[in-house]
């Protein structure tokens, strides 16, 4: 299988994670954010490994951020919409996730395009990976969120 098919099977898998992540309802500022900042850097990490580049969580966290402004001013622009309409119950919860859920897929597909120009053409990599339970509890204490 191609790198860039199975990239992006995952990141529409993420994409999900993370829309079902921020439409729970958790009654603390940001948690969504902390919580989805850390499954798309696990999204990252994924992508990374299917193109055989190894990553440690600092530099996954790291492309987060760095995967482009537009992307950026989506995510600033989801934490947003998420910590203000996600107090309305049901219809706020899911405009909350289907803007994280977006906005996750939008940062995946830019990571793709990133690897694939990097390694045009490539097969798909096997690699050791982490429960995404570690994952986001690393992820979150390097985000400086306590438990």
Do not use: C, N
Not at 31 to 47: D, G, K, P, R
Not at 77 to 92: D, L, N, Q, R
């Amino acid at each position: 299988m191609s790198a860039e098919k199975a990239a992006r099977s995952w990141v529409e898998e993420s994409a999900l994670r993370a829309a079902g992540a921020a439409a729970i309802p958790i009654p603390v500022p940001g948690a969504h954010t902390a919580l989805t900042s850390a499954i798309e850097a696990y999204m990252i990490y994924h992508v990374a490994g299917i193109y055989g580049e190894k990553l440690s969580l600092g530099e996954a966290l790291g492309l987060v951020p760095t995967l482009g402004a537009g992307i950026v001013a989506r995510k600033a622009a989801s934490s947003i919409v998420g910590e203000t309409v996600g107090w309305i119950p049901i219809a706020g919860w899911l405009l909350k996730g289907a803007a994280s859920g977006g906005t996750a897929f939008a940062m995946g597909v830019a990571a793709v395009t990133y690897f694939e120009k990097k390694y045009p053409g490539r097969d798909a990599i096997p690699f050791d990976t982490l429960s995404i339970k570690d994952w986001v509890k690393a992820a979150l204490a390097q985000l400086g969120v306590k438990k």
